[in-house]
């Protein structure tokens, strides 16, 4: 090509490159001396060891633990199916696995020395030991309940396989003595374990590297630990009385009251019916059981009634017994209804009162093969089409509301309720014979395990007379208690002044709406939507047909944090009123829901205490004998929070 001379690169002779001229003196290149490169060397031999020695064994630790965790989810399934016999397996297994992971940590014990590292590990320390306390008490209570195993229709060999069901009972309860003293023991790994937790700062983890989540777990397990050691402290005295209340060595009696949630009260329903049980070194029998307008009717020079049932029972002028139960909380109620239980004809002194709702007769019904005779009459949970709900409550209303034989010249309320039969008093009968003589790991473990249900969803709730028993009863929140806490506080309690069982139709939402001012002033906002689908009944008992879905006829009152005020209403049928019980601020009105109809009730006020560090504790009391009613929580009209409110729930709302 012109004006290019050709290169010939076959012949170029190879020569070392021209130097670089900086500042017109040649730069040499530079090599790293010796000395760097021995300090290289040393370097990464320095880091090697340290992987060698550092980051293997905490693979190795971390390993442990996920398998230890492992474990513990197969131990605690065994304990959700009831099989006692093969937690106490899993249990050991666990230890194992816990015991290899303490030894994975031991290895590292050279990084307890390490600035910050040394935390860390530190908590690693306290949390395995926390687990092996709780291990313990977990062992405890295993070795202590394995024994009545086939008792409680447990999977297990308990020792008490022989003679008839009442006879294993009886065998049980009378040993029970020499168990209950290991709640002590129990108490003790506990505390233990507590230490431990409270030992390991949950702000020690940044909210970085996952640093928050493991945050958030270690408050809640110092929350869970915490909990269990003050039940465990509450329910020990509870526990070593059990023998004496089940009626070793005396036999004991307790009232038992129906409570008929389908006509809601205050504790949870009407009070419809009423039995006597004597229980014999844990054999339970009847003695008496009736209406308890029988009961009422046996009680002379009543009082007058108070301001709301003749506000809202204007036909009732007088305190009768079904009537008591106007204070939400269970305890409070039972000691009016024993002022006047005292005066009664049919009196019969008690050590205790156990209440119970249809909630109850259903499940357990369902539970027992779904089939339970009484007094003739089949009894079934399966829906009946006449009412769209369990054929037991449709018969139970039924039997006990429908004249048999209508007297045209008699119509009145009094002489309907007159003609009613003992019938719940039958069937609870016949419910506990099926039960008791069938074998026990046909239906009792089942039944074991819906009762603690049942209980913690107050349809069953218990004032025990003696002072220690009642309160480990409170400490396992079943004792229908209105209960203090620090933050915020809901509870929505209603009766049914109607009369019908319209609370058997009527369907209920709320919402709970948050409002924050620049000033830190929390606002807060109650929705309660209320719609009856169903048509209503004929009513007219010249028919005798059966009333039940009539005007729901609601007696509402809020309880919410003490000092709260009241900004606004809409939908009470009278004026709003304010005052304080039972540590709380109340705020009361009433409103009609009519079938095939629906009604709207709301309420504003501002909560005693201001904004902090934007979460806000809440509690929500459940009402006895209602179940499913479905929360939303918002905050500023975001949705934060829905769920179905079957137990009292505690939680924090992030404002």
């Known amino acids: 090509m012109e004006g290019f001379n050709k290169i010939d690169l076959e012949a170029a002779p190879s020569r070392p490159a021209d130097p670089i001229i900086i500042n017109n003196r040649p730069k040499a290149r530079r090599s790293l001396p010796k000395k760097s490169l021995i300090v290289l060397a040393v ?16 693979q190795k630790a971390i390993s442990d633990a996920k398998a230890t965790f ?21 249990l050991d297994k666990t230890k194992e696995k816990l015991t290899q992971t303490q030894k994975s940590l031991d290895a590292m014990g050279y990084l307890g020395f390490i600035p910050i590292v040394g935390i860390y590990y530190s908590d690693a320390q306290h949390l395995v030991k926390a687990g092996f306390y709780s291990l313990d008490a977990a ?11 086939d008792v409680l229709g447990l999977k297990g060999q308990g020792s008490f396989v022989g003679g008839t069901a009442s006879q294993r009972i009886q065998t049980a309860v009378t040993t029970m003595g020499k168990i209950t003293p290991h709640i002590d023991d129990i108490a003790a790994h506990m505390v233990e374990a507590q230490k431990e937790i409270d030992a390991v700062d949950p702000n020690h983890y940044p909210p970085i590297f996952g640093g928050q989540k493991i945050k958030k777990g270690l408050s809640d397990v110092r929350q869970l630990v915490d909990q269990g050691v003050t039940f465990v402290s509450d329910a020990r005295p509870l526990i070593k009385l059990l023998p004496s209340l089940l009626g070793d060595p005396k036999e004991k009696k307790y009232l038992v009251l129906f409570q008929n949630d389908k006509e809601l009260r205050p504790t949870g329903g009407f009070i419809t019916a009423y039995a006597v049980f004597r229980i014999d070194k844990g054999v339970i029998h009847v003695d008496r059981s009736d209406d308890i307008y029988a009961l009422d009717n046996g009680i002379f020079g009543k009082s007058k009634a108070p301001a709301p049932i003749l506000k809202y029972l204007p036909q009732v002028p007088l305190l009768n017994l079904r009537d008591s139960n106007l204070s939400p909380d269970f305890v409070t109620s039972m000691d009016m209804f024993n002022s006047l239980y005292k005066k009664a004809s049919g009196y019969t002194d008690v050590d205790g009162i156990i209440a119970l709702d249809t909630n109850v007769l259903v499940s357990t019904i369902k539970i027992l093969d ?21 054929q037991v409550i449709y018969e139970l209303e039924s039997l006990v509301s429908t004249p048999k034989s209508v007297d045209l010249k008699v119509t009145t309320l009094a002489a309907v309720q007159a003609q009613r039969k003992d019938m719940i008093g039958v069937l609870l009968y016949a419910i506990m014979d099926k039960a008791l003589k069938s ?17 913690q969803q107050k349809h069953v709730m218990f004032y025990i007379y003696n002072k220690d028993a009642q309160i480990g009863v409170e400490s396992l929140n079943a004792g229908g208690r209105i209960r203090p806490f620090e933050g915020d506080y809901l509870h929505i309690n209603q009766a049914n002044f109607g009369g019908a069982k319209s609370n058997l139709f009527v369907q209920e939402t709320v919402t709970q709406n948050y409002e924050i001012g620049g000033d830190g002033v929390i606002t807060k906002k109650i929705t309660i939507n209320y719609k009856n689908p169903h048509a209503p009944s004929d009513c007219n008992l010249e028919r005798g047909n059966l009333c039940i879905n009539a005007v729901l006829r609601d007696w509402i009152r809020v309880y919410v944090p003490q000092g709260s005020k009241l900004i606004d209403s809409k939908g009470s049928e009278v004026k709003m009123t304010s005052y304080d019980e039972l540590g709380k601020t109340v705020f009361e009105g009433f409103l009609t829901v009519r079938p095939k109809g629906a009604a709207i009730f709301s309420m504003s006020y501002t909560l005693p205490f201001k904004v902090k560090d934007g979460n806000l504790p809440l509690y929500i009391q459940k009402q006895p004998g209602t179940g499913g009613n479905e929360y939303t929580t918002e905050v500023r009209g975001t949705k934060v929070d829905n769920f179905p409110l079957l137990t009292d729930k505690e939680t924090k709302i992030h404002l």
């Open 43 to 58: 370097l990464a031999a320095v880091l090697l060891v340290f992987g060698l020695i550092l980051i293997v064994p905490v």
């Open 439 to 455: 074998s026990p790991k046909l239906y009792w473990g089942a039944l074991f395990q819906d009762m603690l249900t049942q209980v």
């Open 139 to 149: 062992r405890v209570l295993i070795d202590s309940i394995e024994p009545y195993a």
């Open 70 to 90: 492992a474990q513990i989810k197969i131990t605690v399934d065994a304990l959700k199916k009831q099989n006692i016999a093969q937690a106490s397996i899993e």
């Open 370 to 390: 779904d089939e339970v005779y009484a007094g003739g009459v089949k009894f079934t949970s399966k829906t009946d089409p006449r009412c769209d709900c369990p």
